[in-house]
């Protein structure tokens, strides 16, 4: 017999997560009898990402970053999803389901690759380049690859994000108090002035630059920023298919039904009647 072969059931799947059997659940090898009521949301996400417990100053770090990305309006297509789904008839889960897969490279990944960019600037620095020179040649490799907006800065709404402010002020008391080093931080404000050496003005901070500057400084794995933010944006697309499906509505698409689209195709055109066409794909008998 193959190794394979050999397998037994229970080493189809194997996990360091959790360890479950009747009348048994412990989280990371924590009893959950011993964690509810004892550890908070931000701590178990943590604690389950991480394989060890925050101390209280990284959770509450990291609570501020998913509380800041909860919801930004009806205007951010997973929110808009989410309500128009639940206009379609389905259940709360489908809505939260259409909503968090419109998550991806645009709508919700910039804090991945904003982090990606600090990470590999400070990689740089520790290679031995000085941060500005290791910031510019970082800014430079994004522009050659086609990439006009650099991550986690600038906001088509806000001219500075609000979120932005008490953030980056978390991180400066974490810094303080010795919980984080503030290297991030400090490649992000890097990032900033490079920005606004080429262009000639401040572009600002958003909301996917500052929490990609506290995942970092928590230790956090580029895509994890992508998946906390998933975590965190639920929450608000939760509350609005909720608030839809209170309000009632069916079928509600993106636009009220009063206003069309802008169609740019060809003119009214008449089908010939001669049988001279044939319908694409048709063959001659």
Known sequence: MTQREEQTPSDWWRTAIIDMSPGVIRMRGYPIEQL????????MVWLMTRGELPTPAQAALLESALVAGVDHGPQAPSIAVARMAMTCGVGLNNA???AINTLGDIHGGAGEQA???FDAILASVDAGLPLEQATRAAIDAKEAD?????????????????RVAPLLAAVERAREAGEVSGRVAEVASAVGDEIERRKGRRITM????VTAVIYGELGFAAPLARGLFCLSRSV?????AWEQ???GGRNKGPIPR???WTYDGPTRRDLPSDGARHPAGAEDP
């Not at 990439?147 to 609000?162: E, K, Q, S, T, W």
């Not at 958003?206 to 630059?209: A, M, S, T």
């Open 258 to 260: 009063h206003l069309l």
């Open 96 to 98: 939260m389901a259409s």
């Open 146 to 162: 086609g990439i006009r907006f650099v991550p986690g800065f600038g906001h088509r709404f806000h001219p500075v994000d609000p």
């Open 245 to 247: 499906r209170c309000e």
């Open 206 to 209: 958003n909301i996917d630059g």
């Open 36 to 43: 509810i009521g004892q550890v908070s949301l931000a701590g």
């Open 236 to 240: 608000g697309i939760l509350a609005h």
């Open 115 to 117: 982090l990606e960019l």
